[in-house]
């Protein structure tokens, strides 16, 4: 990898010291470049998903908003698979059309079926954001103590390699601690960015999931307005 | 893992984990050494007295300090004997080696032992001509025949190895003469006593020829057969000399030093760290409180008796402050000067007659014992007190 050096006995390098440390170290910095390697597939993914819902969320509402017949925003939206705030949307108004659909009966428990349904899908929008959050949380908390446990191992096998040279210099001393130092570094390198995009991304869910929230319950309302007009409507065929 | 054009986190998190790894590779493999700082040295400093008392040898050494530095005991194979046998006479008895005191001496050469002869003091005088030739000096020096005398009494009752070489320089002449003449003669007890000698030895040179031979010889086969009996390991015809001296290249091997010339030590018979006259661990004496108040009582003494000041009466009261440095001898290293000039005139006369009386005292007397600590009397601030003096 890199010339080794022959007036220094270890080699200093990233690669050397991995190779020189001890198995229980080497697993243990495997198992940390690992999870450092999966927090940050999981951190990117997130990102793109997030800006990907939130940028679909603004064009749903635009058009939400735009004064279209919701039955025709339903049948364009109804026919492709649908993220955020439009799934939210296309689980309300299909509740909404099968109550419509069948019997003319069915207006008794209608609010609260859509409502149900509507916090049905905006609790599954939410897992499905939230989803491997949990990861990079439990990255952030535990790679620490995996990098101080891979540095204790190797400080103990380097104080025994020590004991058994019989020589205290500084010279024999450092490789020892640097190959243990090692470990926590990449603890430490695994946990930090974990930390803080877990609490970023999970600002966003939270952000996301009270969008869709505010959304729901004004798509409710204007659902029983549109059910209280139906009402009166029939009311009046029947006077 | 398909890949989804939607999820690309983990193509993106290897790409970016392994550019790292490269980087961290390049930038720690040309980890610097730290810069070999030069290490800083304290420095104290010190007065010159404090040099002086640090460099300063041990006064009152016990003799034994005075040996020169051995750091390692000498070969025991650069024994003497040998070249002492190597030219003896056949007929006379090796004299016996001198066995004590590790003298730095060579051993005397044979020859120049053989004129004086006494170095084997018994066995040699009487059949010896070259004896009254030896004889003659005790005569002129009438003490010195007078100490050996106790010695010789000893010698008879039983011999003792012969003494010192450098002793037999100074007794030598004497010693022929013990076995004969102390039978006759108790000696007197000191032997320091130098005037009752001169008579003392013209009785002596007469009565030696009259010694009867057969004593000699009796007391000089008892001596050979003591000595013999010391050391009969000694081979005492010239002939093993002889053989001794035949080349032998071992011997030569022996000789040879085998240590690197820097690792040779000074060699004696003992090992003395301590060099001469000084101690690794002893500083420079100070002077004792006690000696000081000698000191000061020395020059009080001495600076009464040079000053004369009348006083007139009261007046205010002045102590004039000189100050003087001395030379080891006693003198004015330099003009002594006044550190506190009175502004009254009257006063002036009293500081003017403690110059005077420091000038006239100029050599002071000091005594030898304050030789050692001058560093701490050279320089002085003599206070004169008006009414000390009177009182």
Same mark, same amino acid.
């Given at each position: ?6 007036a ?55 058009t ?18 649908t ?26 428990g ?40 891979g ?27 640097a190959?243990a ?33 505010s ?25 | 893992?398909?890949f ?6 983990a ?55 005075? =040996?020169?530095v ?9 024994s ?82 012969p ?22 003669k ?67 091997? =022996?000789?040879?030093?085998?240590e ?17 006259l000084?101690s ?8 004792s ?16 008796? #040079? ?26 290293a ?26 006239? #005292? ?8 304050f ?7 050279k ?13």
């Amino acid at each position: 990898m890199t010339p080794a050096d022959a007036a220094i006995p270890h080699d200093l390098t990233f690669w050397g010291m991995f190779w020189a440390a001890h198995f229980v170290v080497k697993t243990v910095m495997l198992g940390l470049i690992a999870a450092s390697l999966w927090s940050w597939a999981i951190i990117i993914n997130k990102y793109l998903l997030y800006s990907r819902v939130e940028k679909s969320m603004d064009r749903f509402e635009e058009t939400f908003w735009s004064g279209n017949s919701l039955e025709e925003l339903y049948d364009t939206l109804s026919t492709r698979p649908t993220s955020g705030m439009a799934a939210v949307f296309v689980g309300g108004m299909r509740e909404w059309k099968r109550s419509f659909s069948s019997a003319s009966s069915a207006f008794m428990g209608l609010q609260a079926r859509i409502e149900k349904v509507l916090d049905v899908s905006i609790a599954r929008e939410t897992e499905r954001l939230e989803s491997q959050l949990l990861v990079l949380a439990s990255v952030a908390s535990a790679a620490p103590f995996v990098g101080l446990f891979g540095t204790v191992w190797g400080i103990m096998t380097a104080f025994q390699a020590i004991a058994i040279s019989k020589n205290s210099s500084l010279a024999v001393v450092a490789p020892g601690i640097a190959e243990a130092l090692f470990a926590t570094a990449i603890g430490l390198f695994a946990a930090i960015p974990a930390l803080i995009f877990y609490n970023a991304l999970q600002g966003r869910v939270a952000r996301s999931q009270a969008r869709m929230e505010s959304f729901a319950d004004e798509f409710s309302s204007i659902l029983s307005r549109h059910m209280d007009q139906h009402v009166s409507v029939e009311r009046g065929h029947a006077a | 893992m398909k890949f989804r054009p939607t999820e690309p986190g983990a193509y993106i998190s290897a790409a970016l984990h392994g550019a790292l790894l490269l980087g961290a590779l390049v930038s720690f493999s040309d980890t610097r050494k730290f810069e070999d700082a030069a290490e800083a040295i304290p420095v104290d400093m010190i007065t010159e007295s404090q040099f002086n008392e640090v460099v300063k040898g041990l006064r009152g050494a016990p003799p034994e300090l005075a =040996k020169p530095v051995v750091d390692r005991v000498a070969e025991v194979e650069e024994s003497k004997p040998q070249p002492v046998l190597q030219e003896a006479k056949v007929d006379i008895a090796a004299p016996p080696p001198p066995m004590r005191e590790p003298d730095p001496a060579p051993p005397e050469p044979p020859q120049a032992a053989a004129p004086p002869e006494p170095a084997p003091p018994v066995p040699t005088p009487p059949p010896r001509p070259p004896e009254p030739k030896v004889e003659p000096p005790p005569k002129p020096e009438p003490p010195k025949p007078e100490p050996p005398k106790p010695v010789a009494a000893e010698a008879i009752t039983a011999p003792t190895p012969p003494p010192r070489p450098r002793d037999i320089a100074k007794v030598e002449p004497p010693k022929v003469e013990p076995p004969k003449v102390a039978p006759p003669k108790p000696a007197p007890p000191k032997p320091e006593i130098a005037k009752p000698a001169p008579p003392k030895v013209e009785p002596k040179v007469p009565p030696k020829p009259a010694l009867d031979r057969a004593q000699i010889t009796a007391l000089l086969a008892k001596q050979k057969k003591e000595d013999e009996a010391k050391k009969p390991a000694k081979p005492p015809s010239g002939r093993e000399a002889t053989e001794q001296r035949k080349f032998d290249p071992n011997s030569i091997a =022996k000789l040879l030093s085998k240590e690197e010339p820097g690792q040779r030590a000074s060699t004696g018979r003992a090992v003395n760290q301590t060099a001469s006259l000084g101690s690794p661990t002893a500083s420079g004496q100070r002077m004792s409180p006690s000696l000081w108040g000698q000191l000061d009582g020395y020059m009080i003494d001495q600076y009464k008796r #040079c000053w004369s000041y009348m006083s007139l009466g009261p007046t205010a009261r002045f102590i004039p402050q000189i100050e003087v440095s001395f030379t080891s001898a006693g003198v004015l290293a330099r003009e002594p000067r006044l550190r506190n000039q009175p502004s009254d005139p009257n006063l002036r006369a009293l500081a003017d007659s403690a110059m005077r009386a420091v000038k006239q #005292c100029n050599p002071l007397r000091i005594p030898a014992q304050f030789l050692p600590y001058y560093n701490e009397w050279k320089d002085r601030i003599l206070r004169f007190d008006p009414e000390e003096m009177s009182g």
